[in-house]
């Protein structure tokens, strides 16, 4: 089994800050690309930004400038650095992974709990 966990979410007023964290835990051999996903109430789930093994970054329109992913292949670990946080940023925000569980196998596509983001005055 593969575990991501992530921490960090809470509640901030807007314009301020948050930094998330996701640690990925269990049969790892390789984790190719990471990423940071949100699903706001009512609505459906949607990109953040991705991070490959070798720092490749993509991100949102949405969030372009305003958030920062970054990654320690050493912990198997990303972050979200969210500054400028809008209202419209609430959301519980998902840690995915694409995993390798053992060498040469099919790669399988792990999911965090969530993490609750409130961005509110």
């Known amino acids: 089994q593969v575990q991501l966990v992530e921490s960090g979410g809470g509640l901030v007023q807007p314009g301020g800050s948050l930094r998330l964290s996701c640690a990925a835990s269990g049969s790892i051999f390789r984790i190719y690309t990471m990423g940071w996903y949100r699903q706001a109430p009512g609505k459906q789930r949607e990109l953040c930004a991705t991070i490959t093994a070798g720092g490749n970054i993509n991100y949102a329109d949405s969030v372009k400038g305003r958030f920062t992913i970054s990654r320690d292949n050493a912990k198997n670990t990303i972050y979200l650095q969210m500054n400028s946080l809008k209202p419209e940023d609430t959301a519980v925000y998902y840690c995915?992974?694409?995993?390798?569980?053992?060498?040469?196998?099919?790669?399988?596509?792990?999911w965090g709990q969530g993490t609750l983001v409130t961005v509110s005055s």
């Open positions: 995915n992974a694409d995993v390798e569980k053992v060498y040469g196998t099919r790669t399988v596509d792990a």
